[in-house]
């Protein structure tokens, strides 16, 4: 980010103001683009500070009532004038057509929302037996069970159609994270499974069926899917600094993958605004639109519920909670795609059904935040209804007022120290003599203190002593310990919480057959296409399983859970996992072992990684390399200096010891080695059956 606002402001610049149908429509509303100038004001003010803590490559967002647009705009990188239709990638939003298309179905009657999966997906399968009570309600609660999500092959240099079908092969390798419907925890891969269920009724392919159903029907013309290369300038790119990030095709369709405009998001808001109808079109029946706005978490295990993960059929929340701090009913819908250098786009999509208002903001950029993205949409909205006189005035922000202390009792201080985990972090409670509370966070072999010195205070919340809106909360449920966090959020006139870890009972110690396993590095061995994403990173691409000092019978990969080894065994890990509902326990990982090529290969959720112990050495000048039959790419250990060429490869990758990417490239290339270290390794990526040709010159 640049250290002065008027030279980030140089870079973005306000092209005019695209209204759609103003003129048009001004006899068609007893209201006018001219009633909420106070709106376009506010929008542009948040806007600015967006760009002056974010420095998005662009931005765009658009306000809509029942009839029209009213207004949208559009700001973007290095002074270029944005053109309105201009694409982004909508990331998660894009869940709300795979919900449009399963409701269009069930009304249709193609299938039931609560009978199973399996009733129409009869090539579906898993591990646990239970999978065969997941129903199609689930896919859209995020109340399935799925583990990990799938990302292989989901960010790719180019289209690959075959993602969805991918990712049901995948499952069949893993067990449920929790029995079907007992909570709800985020999770992709059960609208990813849309795509094959949408494909198994109607024998379309799922982009062809939103298309044909959806987008065209609603008149979205600027909306589409990458099942095919997106046309060059017809969507923002993001950057990094001054440089657009490579091409990417988003393969994960259902999921995250839709581009659209402001203006055309505007249409399905509209949509959802007219109880279903696009003027004399209609998409869905009134009956549906409700059903989609109803809490899903009702019933199911949920020890705190948080209004930010009130999940409806696709909405993230029906009862979006800056809405509902001022008494008004609203749903939410946010998604981020994360891209080779970060965060490539951002998203947020907030209605008011009964007001009948609705906004969309979409921003690209490899720092953007997803709270600063709705924040931006909050505040909008929340200035429109003041426009529209739905709301007296703009809420006013949260003060700070610091509450009486409550000393913990001595039960808490003996049940709740202790290690805690989440999706992606491991944590470390801990009381002082005084009482006060700190939670740490284990990262790179440190603890990092995370919340310090948090007091109990009257409400039984802890807090700090300048800071008495961040909290944190201790209960148990279930026989299980939580952590709950709350903190200031979206236009700052209220707060919010969810789950932020649950702790890890004392376990038996890790099994000798494991410990060898941690000894081990592991590579990659099923990616089977030429990334543009991820692997562009110079990190370390290889895996290694890793405990944390003092934590008994625990492995993770990276900060990653993995299933613990309760009971110890020599080739499962068999033990319990997080039961985490809404956010922070989702995408946990199922680790296994399966033989493959005469030595122990590890599963890690749908991942193959081979042990860099069985790769073989090229040594010899000329060398043949054959893909097997599973188009699974080759690894090859090479001397650390000279040179390569390569002939017959669809791709390959060129690592230094530490397996950092020094080169790549398409087809037949010539690279010099690294020149340091102790080996270099290459990764050849090519057809089933076809031979690759090395040349090695020292």
């Known amino acids: 980010m640049t250290s002065s606002l008027s030279l980030i402001l140089k870079r973005f610049s306000f092209f005019a103001i695209t209204i759609l149908l103003l003129n048009l429509l001004a006899g068609c509303s007893g209201s006018t683009s001219s009633d909420y100038a106070a709106t376009i004001a506010e929008a542009r003010a948040a806007v600015d500070e967006a760009i002056a803590e974010c420095n998005p490559s662009a931005i765009t967002l658009a306000v809509v009532d029942d009839k029209r647009i009213i207004w949208t705009e559009s700001r973007d990188y290095a002074g270029k004038a944005l053109p309105p239709e201009t694409m982004f990638g909508i990331g998660s939003v894009s869940k709300m057509f795979a919900t449009i298309a399963v409701m269009q179905l069930v009304e249709k009657g193609s299938f039931q929302l609560d ?114 290369y997106l046309p060059e300038g017809s969507y923002a790119r993001p950057y990094t600094g001054e440089t657009p990030q490579p091409y990417t095709s988003l393969n994960l369709y259902a999921t995250g993958a839709l581009y659209s405009s402001a203006a055309d998001m505007g249409k399905l808001i509209m949509m959802f605004i007219n109880g279903g109808a696009s003027g004399t079109t209609r998409i869905l029946s009134p009956n549906s639109i409700v059903t989609m706005g109803q809490d899903q978490t009702t019933g199911t295990f949920n020890p705190a519920p948080t209004d930010m993960a009130r999940y409806g059929l696709g909405w993230d929340t029906v009862a979006q909670p800056g809405l509902k701090a001022v008494g008004i009913r609203g749903w939410q819908k946010g998604g981020s795609i994360d891209g080779s250098y970060g965060v490539m786009y ?302 017959n490869a669809t791709a390959w990758r060129l690592y230094d010891s530490n397996f950092n990417q020094t080169a790549s490239g398409k087809g037949n290339g010539s690279v010099v080695l690294p020149g340091s270290g102790e080996a270099s390794y290459l990764m050849l990526f090519g057809a089933a059956g076809s031979t690759i040709h090395l040349n090695l010159i020292l």
């Not at 990092?448 to 010195?453: Q, V």
Request: with cysteine; proline share 5%.
């Open 115 to 228: 009978l199973p999966l399996a009733t129409y997906l009869k090539e579906f399968s898993m591990v646990s037996p239970e999978y065969q009570n997941i129903t199609v309600r689930m896919l859209l609660n995020h109340s399935a069970g799925f583990p990990s999500g799938d990302l292989r092959n989901g960010f790719t240099d180019a289209p690959f159609t075959g993602f969805a079908e991918q990712v049901m092969d995948g499952l069949k390798y893993q067990r449920l994270l929790h029995a079907p419907g007992y909570f709800s925890v985020y999770s992709n891969d059960g609208f990813t499974m849309v795509e094959n269920l949408v494909k198994a009724v109607t024998g379309l392919s799922y982009p062809e069926y939103v298309r044909q159903k959806i987008l065209t029907p609603l008149q979205m013309t600027n909306s589409r899917y990458p099942d095919d």
């Open 346 to 647: 951002r998203s947020t999509m907030i209605v008011a059904p009964d007001a009948k208002l609705g906004v969309i903001v979409l921003m690209a950029s490899n720092k953007t935040s997803s709270d600063m993205v709705g924040k931006v949409g909050e505040r909008v909205m929340l200035r429109a209804l003041v426009d529209k006189g739905t709301l007296a005035a703009m809420p006013i922000t949260l003060t700070q007022n610091s509450l009486p202390l409550n000393p913990p009792t001595a039960e808490e201080k003996s049940t709740y120290p202790g290690f805690y985990a989440a999706a992606g972090s491991v944590y470390r409670l801990s009381f002082a003599a005084d009482g006060s509370l700190t939670v740490e966070s284990y990262r790179e072999n440190i603890w990092i203190p995370k919340y310090a010195a948090f007091k109990k205070r009257s409400d039984g919340w802890y807090a700090a002593d300048d800071d008495s809106i961040t909290g944190l909360r201790l209960l148990t449920a279930s026989d299980r310990k939580y952590i709950d966090y709350r903190k200031l959020y979206g236009a700052g006139h209220y707060t919010t919480t969810y789950l932020l870890a649950q702790k890890l009972d004392a376990r038996a110690a890790i099994s000798a057959a494991w410990q060898n396993r941690m000894a081990t590095r592991w590579l990659p061995a099923n990616k089977t296409l030429f990334f543009s994403s991820f692997l562009d990173l110079s990190i370390d691409h290889s895996m290694l399983l890793t405990s944390v000092d003092g934590l008994t019978g625990y492995l993770f990969k990276d900060a990653d859970l993995v299933r613990d080894t309760d009971p110890p065994a020599a080739d499962r890990l068999d033990g319990m996992y997080l039961q985490i509902p809404q956010i922070s326990g989702r995408d946990l990982t199922d680790v296994t072992i399966e033989q493959r090529e005469g030595s122990n290969w590890l599963r890690v959720g749908t991942t193959l990684f081979c042990p860099l112990s069985g790769i073989s050495s090229v040594s010899s000048e000329s060398t043949s390399v054959t893909i097997g039959s599973e188009g699974f790419p080759e690894w090859r250990k090479l001397p650390v200096s000279g040179s390569i060429s390569i002939s």
